[in-house]
């Protein structure tokens, strides 16, 4: 009996083992599109954004045509740009299970760059080096965060509802501000978008992690796995840049 207890313990302690290094592998894989998706971002931005620079001091754009700049940042071009990532992102929410596992990393890649694009103007409203400098606050902040996301005991799935309800809340203050212009109002959204986009980088790194958990021992767990770990990049990339977009309100020099 005692041998047999011994053999049932060591069993159980090799499929730990095979889980931890499954979810290592699987946060791994998820950290690893989130970044690659970060670099085609951050390219993206920045040659689109120094032309913009450059076009609007009146000297001389090195990609991009001034008429091309002119057009892509004037209505109703420019609207098109700003909300084409929400409508990929609900797209991908609803079509993702319908898509290969190369479709919707592609998928994921295209919308990167169109969020680089989206996002460009940064580069022409702050200096380089508080854009540079905020986005090395953001990377140690959301770090920190994520960290805590995957290493807490606590379960905080009930901030979900929460957080959601909050960026639904900031999307509709941010477009009602469009048209009142209010400084006070501005500031209020910021300092709200980062205390929900810090809650959401722990809720949604907890949340991979469980899934992961739950469907590791379906027989087709690693098919949806595959799948899953694109699904946590977009959403971690999604909180990096939230995060970094409303600190750069905070923390930006502006040209």
């Known amino acids: 009996m005692a041998e047999y207890e011994t053999v049932r313990r060591a069993g159980a302690g090799v499929r730990t083992a095979e889980i931890d290094a499954g979810l290592r592998a699987h946060m791994n894989k998820v950290y690893g ?13 920045y040659l689109v954004g120094t032309d913009l620079s450059s076009f609007m001091a009146g000297q001389e754009t090195r990609l991009l045509s001034p008429g091309m700049i002119q057009a892509m940042f004037t209505a109703p071009i420019s609207y098109v740009i700003m909300f084409a990532p929400l409508g990929m992102v609900l797209f991908f929410g609803s079509a993702v299970n319908r898509m290969s596992q190369s479709g919707a990393q592609m998928f994921f890649y295209v919308f990167a760059g169109l969020m680089g694009l989206s996002i460009s103007s940064i580069f022409a409203v ?16 959301f770090a920190s965060l994520s960290l805590y996301g995957y290493t807490t005991k606590k379960d905080i799935s009930a901030w979900g509802s929460f957080l959601i309800m909050g960026v639904i809340g900031l999307i509709i ?34 949340k991979i992690k469980n899934e992961y958990l739950q469907v590791r021992g379906m027989p087709d767990g690693e098919a949806i796995a595959g799948k899953m770990a694109i699904s946590g990049a977009l959403s971690l990339y999604l909180d990096f840049i939230n995060l970094f977009l409303f600190l750069l309100r905070f923390m930006g020099n502006r040209n």
């Open 33 to 45: 599109l989130m970044s690659i998706a970060m670099v085609v971002t951050g390219i993206v931005a």
């Open 126 to 141: 702050y200096t380089g080096f508080s854009i540079a400098q905020t986005f090395f606050v953001t990377a140690i902040a």
């Open 173 to 206: 203050a941010s477009i009602v501000n469009i048209f009142l212009q209010s400084a006070a109002m501005e500031f209020a959204v910021s300092a709200l978008g980062v205390l929900i986009f810090a809650g959401l980088t722990a809720y949604d790194t907890q």
